[in-house]
């Protein structure tokens, strides 16, 4: 597994009013606040409140309506990001060992197939996440754990500064859950930043030190303990709630 680089450290992210939107309704608005460099912070809330959508943002796949969000890296490419599993095409024709490589595609470009020591890299990644002996099957074969284990991967192999998951365990069995979760208290060792956005907040009072509220708005940021309270988290709901409309 690729060590983080000394300057990993320096890396985090700034929200400064952050507002992002669909067509017909608001992401999240009025987002301010700091994913400090070297941070492990969960993002959760109910159902529809901006969770999955901050990421595209962060990720510069959502465009923002107004405010700014600023990445602190050297390399404006060293940022990693994992959609949901329902966002990937399984049945695209492709190995495992390929769908891994796709993360130093930028070493390779779009136009050339990946050089030997990708490779390399792929083989070393795949024994990280438990998939040496899958490499050349096909993506559309494996369970839903094998495909979470390959996309890890595929992280490893893209070494970045900031970790962006979204939903990382969703259907996932809990030994490769368990097994994942240890590559990310590694890259939090490690100094790299990483954001979840996460449903179990058991889980997330057992692994993440920090957390990050939300109802479309922030309802708290903070330390874990600090922030998932019963009175925050029935905030949450009622404000979400009340922006859907539901009495």
Not at 133 to 139: A, F, G, I, K, Y
Not at 185 to 205: C, F, M
Request: include cysteine; hydrophobic fraction near 45%.
């Amino acid at each position: 597994m690729p060590s983080a680089r000394p300057w990993h450290k320096d890396v985090g992210v700034e929200l400064d009013h952050a507002l992002a939107a669909y067509t017909d309704s608001v992401a999240f608005t009025d987002l301010t606040g700091n994913f400090a460099a070297g941070s492990l912070t969960a993002v959760v809330g109910p159902n529809g409140s901006g969770k999955s959508s901050l990421l595209k943002a962060i990720a510069g796949t959502l465009p923002l309506k107004a405010g700014a969000i600023v990445c602190r890296s050297r390399d404006h490419h060293d940022l990693a990001y994992l959609p949901q599993q329902a966002e990937f095409d399984r049945a695209f024709p492709i190995e495992v060992r390929e769908l891994i490589a796709l993360g130093a595609w930028r070493s390779f470009g779009s136009y050339h197939g990946p050089p030997p020591d990708v490779f390399e890299g792929v083989a070393r990644a795949a024994a990280v996440t438990g998939l040496e002996n899958l490499l050349q099957r096909s993506v559309e074969e494996l369970s839903v754990g094998e495909f979470q284990r390959a996309l890890f991967a595929r992280l490893v192999l893209q070494d970045a500064a900031v970790i962006l998951l979204d939903e990382p365990f969703a259907s996932v069995d809990e030994a490769t859950t368990e097994d994942l979760m240890g590559l990310v208290r590694r890259w939090h060792k490690e100094g790299r930043t990483v954001i979840a956005v996460l449903h179990d907040l058991d889980q997330v009072r057992q692994d993440f030190p920090t957390t990050l509220l939300l109802a479309r708005t922030c309802i708290a940021w903070g330390e874990t303990s600090s922030v998932l309270t019963a009175n925050n988290l029935t905030r949450a709901r009622k404000i979400q709630q009340d922006s859907n409309g539901v009495s």
